[in-house]
């Protein structure tokens, strides 16, 4: 295997590892995503130490996503030893900011996806049954600025914008946005104006988080706020941000889990898919119309929390599945 190091000025190098399949074979090839990085401090292993009790592996980024890896490793290797060999180019790409964002990442990602016939996302399985992550919300963060007119509350309210009504106001149009389309949420999550009691606040600021299955919806969510004007006469709105990261619509994956659950029932397991609210490098792929599946890492409980842990007896059947999927997509 071809073993490389890409790296980076300003976050943690990636690695790219290619299996290449023997020279009759035909073209393509098969990406596998897996992140290094975690959420937690330097340090944090000090706290929480790497242990095994009671067929927990317990630790900082065990399930998200350090199990994914381990089990790719497994599969690998399950893959050299059996006689069935690959059809397809692998390209293993482990990214180091999955937890902040993906900004450094994100050119590598979307250029191998575009080489790429299906893609596998190594993110935590989801609930104690380990479902796949068949569709996932597009995620996005929209921030407005109610600019008014400061003046004496008292003396002169006349002669004031006042910016914390206008955005009051705002917030209030906004909220009936929410139901409009079905899986989408605005949710206001930070709101802040005004400086004294006794003045007419000359600025507020509210900043939303902004979910969608459909990237229909997200584009139409977008268009609305762009499309805001001032409620009361003489404020001025900015408007900043939208979605930053398409959902993983379910047609995206409809096909590879159909593929997944049929591998998994001849090894004798039964598969479950469900959708969820947060977001993954498989959405950036997926949004380019790359056929992906996600969850396909860990079984376990806790990311990005102190009792993070996976369930080291399902690491076994996850690794094969793997393996199964490499070998006969
Ligand atoms: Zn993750």
Known sequence: MRVERLAHRHRGDLLRITMSPGKSRGAGQLLVLGHYDTVYASGALKKMPFRVTSGKAYGPGTFDMKAGIVQALFAVEALQRSARSLRKRVVFLWTSDEEIGSDAARKTIEAEARRSDAVFVLEPSFGPRGF????????????????????????????????????????????????LNAGATIAPCIMEGGTRSNVIPERARAVFDLRALRSTDMRQIDRRFQSLRPILRGARLEVRGGFNRSPLERKNSAALFAKAKSLASQMGFALGECTVGGGSDGNLTAALGIPTLDGMGAVGDGAHSTHEHVLVRKMPERAALLAALLASC
């Open 132 to 179: 796949l992550k068949t569709a996932r919300k597009g995620v996005g963060e929209v921030e407005i600025i109610a600019h008014g007119r400061a003046s004496h509350a008292g003396l002169a309210p006349h002669e004031g914008i006042n910016a914390v009504s206008e955005l009051v106001q705002q917030l209030a149009r906004i909220s009936k946005w929410n139901g």
